[in-house]
Nanobody
Framework: QLQASGGGLVQAGGSLRLSCATS????????MGWFRQAPGKEREFVAA????????YYADSVKGRFAIFRDNAKNTVYLRMNSLKPEDTAVYYC???????????????????WGKGTQVTVSS
């Protein structure tokens, strides 16, 4: 089970930290990712992190502003979002896939487990 939290309303240029609490499985051996979906748009990839935390990948639109990291001891994955822009407004979802899943598949949304989203709204 995945539970995202930490969303809210923030002004442009501000920061938020999203958390994804995991339970029920050994998510420490899963690749974890964050995706988002804005109104009227398709869901898109934001960031992903390998089971060990040694590899990360970001969408070009958030590179340099967002950081994904995980604490396997706490069964939690985080997304630190800095320099937020109005176009970052979306519902953010965390997701998980077995570590053996191809990264290309995952980046296209091919994750096995999804949590409920958390709303992030950035005002201009």
């Amino acid at each position: 089970q995945l539970q995202a939290s930490g969303g809210g309303l923030v002004q442009a240029g501000g920061s938020l930290r999203l958390s994804c609490a995991t339970s029920g499985r050994t998510y420490s051996v899963y690749t974890m990712g964050w995706f988002r979906q804005a109104p009227g748009k398709e869901r898109e990839f934001v960031a992903a992190i390998s089971w060990s935390g040694g590899s990360t990948y970001y969408a070009d639109s958030v590179k340099g502003r967002f950081a994904i990291f995980r604490d396997n001891a706490k069964n939690t994955v985080y997304l630190r979002m800095n320099s937020l822009k109005p176009e970052d407004t979306a519902v953010y979802y965390c997701a998980a896939a077995p570590a053996t899943t191809d990264w290309g598949t995952m980046l296209k949304g091919g994750m096995d487990y999804w949590g409920k989203g958390t709303q992030v709204t950035v005002s201009s």
